[in-house]
């Protein structure tokens, strides 16, 4: 892994968050498979109400999530929607599909092209 | 020719085919086998020796299966029987089809039995909008089986076709060479199973999402009974709404719908078949409607809409940090971001109301573990009404589309193009903040601040809440109050003038008790007057408004579940008898729609029509139409969860005579309410004559 890989530093920064409250009600295990030509580079995200404890490895985990590193990369930049490449077949999801859910949250919104509408008001 | 469509479903996976059993869909023609919002099957046409075959008779068993009994020949004048067809088509995974061809003749028959079957793998969005494909179909025979596939780049759909008894296979269909005895008998079961997301079961990992959402064709009789036996009972002398009762509750379980992550656990869908996915909207209110009759949907409405509460900004999803989901969809154009609805938030009503439904929820049920489970996403809500519905910047909720292409312009119930209008029929502009929003956000926070103070102990929060509820209701009675017509206006325009029509909207803020004591009896003359009240009920726009049409969609027709919400607001402010003539104005007309009570029926005056006429929909039944008979019952039986104790305060028309509900199920256990009809609903030039 270079250095520099937006995927890395996802999960660097995803493991330095003491508390992620969009997580407080979840505990459980993910595991992110990320699948480049035969490779499967595997991290290991555990979850406990909210808490969270990044591992760059394998193991058994309570969902698994298989995808190619190209997109995961777009997702770590809020370029890709977690749902709809799940829909899309592109994001593979197995076991606990409630932590699919509650775990897109931690990927980012997609840029602003614009100001929200909420700082535009009169008065 | 919808008309003679024959419809059963499960969940999200529905079969329309025609009264022959047959599906030849076109393009844009909406029948065919479909699952997760992709049409599955588009041919499946049943031929004997060649000929097409003609319907005698078609018994709807149950929403999820159909019985089709044909003879061969296409010629209507004289049929020659010596042969009879059924087919029995249930849904499940796809569904299955029991295919009996009866000799009736004392001599032996040979006969082909051909089944042709096609699919074009249509998203249900491309059927309505008649849309090209982007990806590749294929055909394979294997394994006993024909298999329809449709791929586009991860994208893959499939359908496989088999029979449980020897038959030909070829890339269109099915062949049986068949050879019936005298009066002999031949079957086979053909399946047709559908395939979301590969087909494989995850092994070692645990099941795969497609494994999951499989959808297993089971015990649904036993289901069905056990549905209506855990239903209150009704006794009543008015034999038509024993009836508009059992069809709801028929229809409210034909509704449910199961998304992947509720487990067993269903909540309803909007509208069968086109709209049966989750709603923010639709769900929450027929929730609380079925709330005194089934709890269990509100809890499900209230996790499912929660695990899937927006986190983030995202213009093209119309997505705000706590905003809850307008419309969650599956198919092929959502996958691709073609469209928004993975889902889509662009809705102000349901974010406030999802609040609403956790507190009433807690007062018929007393389950505060739910509460305390959903303390974060109620607050998420809460903190959303302030920080991003505000987009007037004068602290009413309002709302103004960010994905300008495929979002939608009008983010409220009434949420047609035309539907919001000054008196003289312009249309104001963007954003938007209409009344009835400013209702449920006073609700909103009423409700959130006494769940603060007797489940998450925070009273702090529980005072500003209230403060601020206090705050919002009397700049509304003062900014929206139309003074000389004494009324709510509709909305406020983006300059945050009033927009003048009178409409049914005021009837929302009555049972969201934003309205001051000294303001609703002359809000109640207005909603029961002959500009807005027909005799059958509530119009969604009064007569004399600029767009008034009596059978325009939201400018002048009238929507039953619209009335039950009335209804339930001119109780709350302790108008029992204007209530329970709106209660009997709507059961009335159920009369004329066999208890199904369509979404909308024409706002002609009762005096000129005599009948409801009803507006043309492509979904019936629709969840809150089928809900509101629910609430009216409830409305009229003045049911009141007070503490651990149900109170029951009946103001009924006297039309109906006795009435009983038994076993209404609650934190009181199961109690019953008990009425007789004393209130004269009859118009007013004709009280006191008896009927």
């Given at each position: 892994m270079e250095p520099a890989d937006g995927i890395l530093q996802f999960f660097q920064e995803l493991g330095r968050r003491e508390h992620e409250p969009l997580l407080a009600k979840v505990t459980g295990s993910v595991r992110f498979d990320l699948v480049e030509g035969g490779r499967t580079d595997r991290w290991l995200v555990a979850v406990h109400k909210g808490g969270i404890v990044v591992s760059h490895q394998g193991g058994t985990a309570d969902c698994v999530i298989r995808t190619d590193r190209v997109l995961f990369e777009r997702l770590c930049r809020g370029e890709e929607n977690a749902m709809a490449a799940v829909l899309r077949g592109a994001l593979v999801c197995s076991g606990d599909v409630e932590l699919l859910f509650a775990i897109q949250r931690i990927f980012p919104g997609p840029a602003r092209e614009r100001r929200p509408l909420s700082s535009v008001g009169g008065s | 020719m919808t008309e003679n469509q024959v419809k059963i479903l499960q969940g999200n996976t529905f079969v329309v085919s025609d009264e022959r059993g047959d599906i030849e869909a076109?393009?844009?023609?909406?029948t065919g086998l479909f699952s997760f919002d992709t049409r599955f099957l588009s041919k499946w046409v049943l031929t004997v020796n060649g000929e097409r075959l003609t319907p005698l008779s078609v018994d709807d068993l149950h929403y999820f299966e159909a019985r089709f009994f044909l003879v061969p020949g296409t010629g209507t004048v004289y049929v020659d029987a010596k042969l009879s067809v059924i087919r029995q088509r249930s849904v499940g995974n796809g569904f299955h089809e029991e295919l009996t061809v009866l000799n009736h003749n004392d001599q032996p028959v040979e006969l082909v039995v051909r089944m042709e079957a096609d699919c074009d793998f249509a998203d249900l969005f491309e059927v309505k909008d008649a849309l090209k494909k982007k990806g590749s179909y294929s055909k394979q025979l294997n394994d006993g089986k024909l298999m329809l596939a449709y791929e586009r780049e991860t994208f893959s759909r499939s359908t496989a076709i088999s029979s449980s008894q020897p038959c030909v296979l070829d890339e269109h269909g099915l062949t049986f060479e068949i050879k019936l005895g005298p009066h002999g008998t031949w079957k086979t079961g053909l399946d047709v199973v559908t395939g979301v997301l590969g087909t494989s079961d995850g092994g070692d990992e645990g099941p795969t999402l497609a494994w999951q959402a499989r959808r297993p064709r089971t015990n649904m009789t036993r289901n069905l009974a056990q549905w209506l036996d855990e239903a209150p009972r009704l006794e009543c002398d008015w034999e038509p709404l024993r009836t508009t009762y059992r069809r709801s509750l028929v229809d409210l379980a034909a509704l449910r719908f199961s998304p992947i992550s509720a487990g067993r656990h269903s909540l309803p869908a909007a509208g069968l078949p086109w709209f049966m996915t989750m709603f923010g909207r639709d769900s929450i209110f027929t929730s609380l409607q079925a709330l005194p009759f089934n709890q269990e949907l509100a809890a499900t409405t209230l996790r499912e809409l929660g695990l899937r509460q927006g986190t983030r900004i995202d213009d093209f999803r119309d997505e705000d940090p706590g905003r809850i989901l307008h419309e969650m969809r599956y198919g092929e154009m959502t996958a691709f971001e073609?469209?928004?609805?993975?889902?889509?938030?662009?809705?102000?009503?349901a974010t406030p109301l999802y609040v609403v439904l956790l507190d009433e929820y807690e007062r018929w049920t007393g389950d505060t573990k739910l509460v305390r489970e959903l303390e974060f996403e109620a607050r998420a809500a809460l903190n959303w009404i302030d920080e991003y519905a505000n987009l007037q910047g004068n602290g009413y909720v309002a709302y103004q589309r960010r994905n300008e292409e495929t979002g939608l312009e009008n983010q409220c119930w009434k949420d047609s193009w035309d539907s919001i209008s000054y008196h003289d029929g312009t249309l104001p502009g963007f954003p938007r903040a209409t009344c009835e929003l400013q209702g449920y956000a006073y609700d909103a926070k009423m409700r959130g601040a006494r769940l603060a103070r007797l489940?998450?102990?925070?009273s702090a929060f529980a005072d500003t809440l209230e403060q601020q509820a206090a705050d919002l209701k009397r700049r509304f009675n003062r900014d929206f109050w139309v003074e000389d017509g004494e009324y709510f206006a509709i909305t406020l325009d983006a300059d945050g003038r009033r927009v003048d029509s009178l409409t049914s909207n005021n009837g929302h803020l009555l049972w969201s008790g934003i309205i001051d004591k000294s303001k609703a009896k002359a809000v109640v003359r207005q909603l029961m007057g002959e500009r807005l009240f027909s005799g059958w009920g509530v119009r969604t726009l009064a007569v004399?408004?600029?767009?008034?049409?009596?059978?325009g969609y939201h400018v002048g027709t009238i929507w039953p579940f619209d009335n039950s919400f009335i209804a339930w607001g001119l109780r709350r402010y302790g108008f029992k008898e204007e209530a329970a003539r709106v209660a009997a104005g709507i059961l009335e007309a159920a009369e004329f729609f066999d208890g199904r009570l369509p979404e909308a029926f024409g706002g002609y005056p009762r005096s000129m029509t005599k009948y409801p006429v009803q507006y043309p929909t492509?979904?019936?039944?629709?969840a809150w139409s089928t809900g509101a008979p629910l609430l009216l019952l409830s409305t009229m039986l003045g049911l009141e969860p007070l503490g651990d104790h149900l109170l029951v305060d009946p103001a009924l028309p006297?039309?109906?005579?006795h009435l009983e509900v038994l076993d209404i199920p609650g934190r009181w256990g199961r109690v019953d309410a008990f009425a007789r009809g004393r209130v004269d609903t009859s118009p007013p030039n004709r009280r006191g004559q008896a009927r």
């Open positions: - | 076109s393009r844009t023609d909406p073609e469209r928004p609805h993975s889902p889509y938030y662009g809705c102000a009503d489940v998450w102990r925070d004399g408004e600029g767009r008034y049409n009596p059978i492509a979904c019936s039944p629709q006297s039309t109906i005579g």
